[in-house]
């Protein structure tokens, strides 16, 4: 909010959050998604703005109200997204919760996809997306602070180990979703940094979001404006 006062603890500062899925088109009528409910990343942005943070919400197609003191961009693809994220440059932090697709058709139709008779479905054929948390990783307006997020069904503190190298960021939030954390409302996270690796109790989506805006906040504080 424009009159955020001074002493919170993230006042002055711009946050840059991505959340929910992507929807990548096959035709006019379908696409390519997955299961993210943005819950994470609207509350996320939600704690952001209580902190006192300018927050720009990037988000994917999800059925969710805009957090109070939010700008919040929509967006359908992970290229738009990547061009939406790039174009909210500078920001202070950066917290990657989408879900982005990781493929999109290589070729959506212009029209929809009939059936042809021969009961033969022709192949899907797919392209990897942009990896919008890597690109940042890498830019010349990088953020001071980066923070991804990783599901993960196994071994999740070595992938999300190999991720913060791959992706050039400060921390991986790690979530085991081989239970049912997409669409829940509780998430138990680890946060992975080049330090180690912090474990949270199972709580409710919201508390994580207050304790990680918390130590977004210290981590800013602890640098240089
Ligand atoms: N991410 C991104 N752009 C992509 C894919 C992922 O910005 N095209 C970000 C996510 O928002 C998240 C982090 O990267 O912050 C990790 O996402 P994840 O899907 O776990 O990583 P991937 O590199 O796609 O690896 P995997 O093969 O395990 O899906
Ligand atoms: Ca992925």
Redesign the pocket.
């Known amino acids: 909010p424009d009159f955020a006062p001074a002493d919170l603890p993230l006042a002055g500062r711009h946050i840059l959050i ?1 959340a929910g899925p992507t929807h990548e088109p096959i035709d006019p009528v379908r696409f390519i998604a997955n299961r993210s409910s943005g819950k994470q990343g609207f509350a996320i942005a939600a704690a952001a703005a209580r902190a006192g943070a300018r927050v720009s919400l990037v988000a994917g197609p999800v059925h969710l109200p805009t957090p109070a003191g939010v700008d919040r961009i929509d967006v359908e693809t ?1 290229r738009e997204m990547l061009a939406a994220v790039e174009a909210a440059l500078p920001a202070d932090a950066a917290i ?5 697709a ?1 493929w999109r058709t290589a070729d959506a139709a212009g029209q929809k996809l009939k059936k042809d008779g021969s009961g033969q479905p022709a192949p899907l054929v797919l392209t990897e ?5 890597a690109t940042l990783g890498h830019h010349v307006q990088r953020p001071a602070l980066l923070v ?4 993960e069904t196994e071994k999740v503190a070595d ?1 999300a180990r190999a ?1 913060l190298a791959r ?1 050039g960021a400060d921390w991986i939030v790690a979530n085991d979703v081989s239970g049912d954390v997409m669409g829940g409302d509780a998430n138990a996270v680890h946060i992975v940094t080049a330090d180690g690796i912090d474990t949270w109790p199972s709580m409710a989506k919201a508390d994580v979001a207050d304790r990680l805006i918390e130590k977004v906040a210290h981590a800013l504080a602890s640098r240089s404006h």
């Open positions: 991505t992970a990657m919760v989408a879900a982005v990781d997306n942009p990896d919008i948390l991804g997020f990783a599901a992938h991720k992706k």
